[in-house]
C-alpha cells in the first residue's frame, strides 16, 4: 500500500514535443506528491510539487495533473528540451511522515 | 544558505572490507537526514533516517548500519561488504514536521564492491 507505481521506465521525446510520466498510488492517505529530477551522477533536486486540494499545478514548462479518484497523477513537458534529459521520479508522502515514497524512476531523452 | 557534502565522491572496496560514509550539512540546525541507495538503472531506496541526534530509523537493516554523532552529521557503515552493496549512495536533509519539507540531495557516493 506504500508503493507509488510509475511509468514508463524510460521515454523519447523529440525537441519541441510533450513529455507526459505517470505514476499510481494506493495509499488515500498521502497528501504531498513531489516530483524529483535527476541528471547523471547528480543528487535529485526538487522540480515541482502538488497537493491534493488543487487537480493541477504549473510551473513554466512543467505541469502536474491530479487525479484524486483515480490516484493518479502525471508530469507534463511542453515544448520538451534536449537540457531536459534526466531521470524523473514521483514521489508521495503525507503530512507528519517522515518518510517519502518515491517511484522508480523513468529515464527521459529529449531528441533533436 | 544551506549545503551538503559527501565524502568520498567515488570508493572501490574488496568484499568484506568495512565502509564508512560520511555527509554533513551546514547552514542549518536540527535537519532529517536520510540515507538512500540507488542501483544502476534503479529507483531510490531508503535505506536510514534520523529526526535528531542519536535517533535513527532504519528501513533495510541487511549489514549497513547508520550514525548520527553530531547534529549535522550522518554516517553510514559496514563492517563487511558485499557485492550487492554496490550502488549510487545519497544523503539528503531536510527541516520541518518531515517528508512534506522538499529533501535536499548531496552529491552522492559511487561504491563499486569487487
Known amino acids: 500500500q506504500q508503493q507509488v507505481k510509475q511509468s514508463p521506465q524510460s521515454l523519447i521525446v523529440q525537441k519541441g514535443g510533450i513529455s507526459i510520466i505517470n505514476c499510481a498510488y494506493e495509499n488515500t492517505a498521502f497528501d504531498y506528491f513531489p516530483w524529483y529530477q535527476q541528471f547523471p551522477g547528480k543528487g535529485p533536486a526538487l522540480l515541482i510539487a502538488i497537493r491534493p486540494d488543487v487537480s493541477e499545478k504549473k510551473e513554466g514548462r512543467f505541469t502536474i495533473s491530479f487525479n484524486k479518484s483515480a490516484k493518479q497523477f502525471s508530469l507534463h513537458i511542453m515544448d520538451s528540451q534536449p537540457g531536459d534529459s534526466a531521470t524523473y521520479f514521483c514521489?508521495?508522502?503525507?503530512?507528519?511522515?517522515?518518510?517519502?515514497?518515491f517511484g522508480t524512476g523513468t529515464r527521459l531523452t529529449i531528441i533533436p | 544558505s544551506q549545503t551538503i557534502h559527501q565524502w568520498p565522491a567515488t570508493l572501490v572496496q574488496p568484499v568484506g572490507s568495512p565502509l564508512s560514509l560520511e555527509c554533513t550539512v551546514e547552514g542549518t540546525s536540527n535537519p532529517n537526514l536520510y540515507w538512500y541507495r540507488q542501483a544502476a538503472g534503479r529507483g531510490l531506496q531508503l535505506l536510514f533516517y534520523s529526526v535528531g541526534i542519536g535517533q535513527i530509523s532504519s528501513e533495510v537493516p541487511q549489514n549497513l548500519s547508520a550514525s548520527r554523532p553530531q547534529d549535522r552529521q550522518f554516517i553510514l557503515s559496514s563492517k563487511k561488504l558485499l557485492l550487492s552493496d554496490s550502488g549510487f549512495y545519497l544523503c539528503?536533509?531536510?527541516?520541518?514536521?518531515?517528508?512534506?519539507?522538499?529533501?535536499?540531495f548531496g552529491p552522492g557516493t559511487r561504491l563499486t564492491v569487487l
Open positions: 514521489a508521495a508522502t503525507y503530512f507528519g511522515n517522515e518518510k517519502l515514497t
Open positions: 539528503a536533509w531536510s527541516v520541518g514536521q518531515g517528508a512534506t519539507d522538499t529533501q535536499y
